[in-house]
Structure formats: C-alpha cells, structure tokens
C-alpha cells in the first residue's frame, strides 16, 4: 500500500504561481507512475498531468500545457505540481495518485489507471 498526502494549496491570485507537493510513504513508489487530478464543485474528476517512473515521460491535459509542469523525486518519494499563470477556471481540489501497473515508460492518464490516491489540497483562484 502507498500512503499519499497532498499539500501546498491556498488562494492565490489569477496569474500567480503555486506549487503542490505530494509526499509517498510504503510501497515501490519509485517504480509506480504517478499523475494529478482535479475537482471543481460541480464537476467529475479529471486528468490534470502525469508521469512515467522511468524516463520522465509526461502528458498534459490542454488545459493546462505550457502552465504546468509535474516532476517527481524518486529518491524522496515526492511528487510535485508547479503551476504558473493561474486561472479562476484552476480553482478546484488537487489529487495525486499513482499507478502500480503501467510499464516504466507509460504515462496513464484515466482515473482508472490509478490505484493510489491522496486526500486531496483545495486551490483557489481568484479574479
């Protein structure tokens, strides 16, 4: 079993910058590929970023290319979410989540991919 725990939300303002971290404990977290979603009141959980355990294969959702940027420390089993040029539309709960099956070159990104999930870190921006 991995344990995930999300931090590093807040309200921000629109174009402003921040960044989530996600901390793994138990499991080969290194060898799981890992993702982020988001939630927005109202709405189903979707595909925000996602990465590889080997080579540092990443997608993006449109959305959010060219504003956000996921990596990973494998060697500290965390996972990060840098995301720049903040829109109101942003606004929502951030999930990381990590996936146990994908070769180490995939990069999943369905919601049923993943086995592991965080608790969550609300986002807000504002206008």
């Known amino acids: 079993q991995v344990q995930l725990v999300e931090s590093g939300g807040g309200l921000v303002q629109a174009g402003g910058s921040l960044r989530l971290s996600c901390a793994a404990s138990?499991?080969?977290?290194?060898?799981?590929?890992v993702g982020w979603f988001r939630q927005a009141p109202g709405k189903e959980r979707e595909f925000v970023a996602a990465?590889?355990?080997?080579?540092?294969?990443?997608n993006y959702a449109d959305s959010v290319k060219g504003r956000f940027t996921i990596s990973r420390d494998s060697a500290k089993n965390m996972v990060y979410l840098e995301m720049n040029s903040l829109k109101p539309e942003d606004t929502a709960v951030y999930y990381c989540a990590a996936d146990r099956g994908t070769g180490p070159y995939m990069v999943p990104i369905r919601l049923a991919d993943f086995d592991f999930w965080g608790q969550g870190t609300q986002v807000t921006v504002s206008s």
């Open positions: 138990g499991g080969a977290f290194s060898m799981y590929a």
């Open positions: 990465m590889s355990w080997r080579g540092g294969n990443t």
